[in-house]
């Protein structure tokens, strides 16, 4: 079986422009989450879907959005791009979604996304 | 708000060493805890998942335990291998607060 996949696997963009980053989740698996990672820190959550509806959603500005697919592959948009948006973006993907999710999350290998 | 603290941030030790990376958390009513390696520039491997209900995960020569009382989780390294050099990083409520995770370099 695939594991979660993430494309691209590298970006670069100029400020101000506006970057998709698309996320395929396991086989089977209704949960997407999308975490930003600032070298030296740990993954920052971003937003969490689950069967298409927004479960939670982090402290991010609202240029970030994102939107889960009736086929659960997620897609993470962000606009007006600022160079401190250059960060690795991974997704995760697990059976079920929420605060009180009892499942483990995997992770996909992550888009490197570079503002310039 | 929940914060997640982990010590040491790195460590660095020589091959066939036990060890001990730790996790605190500042809210005990979380639902689960779980673990992760990353290698540079790469994802996150699930390495075990902790529940609530639980207090410890094996797995080969890893030993996870949970102490909701006490904020605190440990992840016990056996027989450390210069393979096992990786950044680990604890989460819970399912991911969504992690720590900024312990640099682990296991020398030859």
């Known amino acids: 079986d695939a594991g979660v996949t993430q494309s691209p696997t590298h970006l670069i963009k100029t400020r101000g422009q506006q970057v998709t980053l698309r996320c395929s989740p396991i086989s089977g698996h209704k949960s997407v989450s999308w975490y930003q990672q600032v070298l030296g820190q740990g993954p920052q959550f971003i937003f969490q879907?689950?069967?298409?509806?927004?479960?939670g959603r982090g402290n991010f500005p609202d240029r970030f959005s994102a939107r889960q697919f009736p086929n659960y592959s997620s897609e993470l948009n962000v606009n007006a791009l600022l160079l401190g948006d250059s960060a690795l973006y991974l997704c995760?993907?697990?059976?079920?979604?929420?605060?009180?999710?009892?499942?483990?999350?995997?992770f996909g290998q992550g888009t490197r996304l570079t503002v310039v | 708000k929940q914060e997640v603290t982990q010590i040491p941030a790195a460590l660095s030790v020589p091959e066939g060493e036990n060890l001990v990376l730790n996790c605190s958390f500042t809210d005990s009513a979380i639902y689960n805890l779980q673990w992760f390696r990353q290698d540079p520039g790469k994802g996150l491997t699930s390495l075990l998942l902790?529940?609530?209900?639980?207090r410890e995960q094996t797995s080969g020569r890893l030993n996870a335990s949970l102490d909701k009382s006490s904020g605190r989780s440990t992840l016990y390294i056996a027989a450390s291998q210069p393979g096992d050099s990786a950044t680990y990083l604890c989460?819970?409520?399912?991911?969504?607060?992690f720590g900024a995770g312990t640099r682990l370099t296991v020398k030859p």
């Open positions: 902790i529940q609530s209900s639980q």
């Open positions: 995760a993907s697990s059976l079920v979604g929420g605060l009180q999710m009892n499942t483990e999350a995997f």
């Open positions: 879907y689950y069967e298409k509806e927004e479960r």
């Open positions: 989460a819970v409520e399912g991911g969504m607060r």
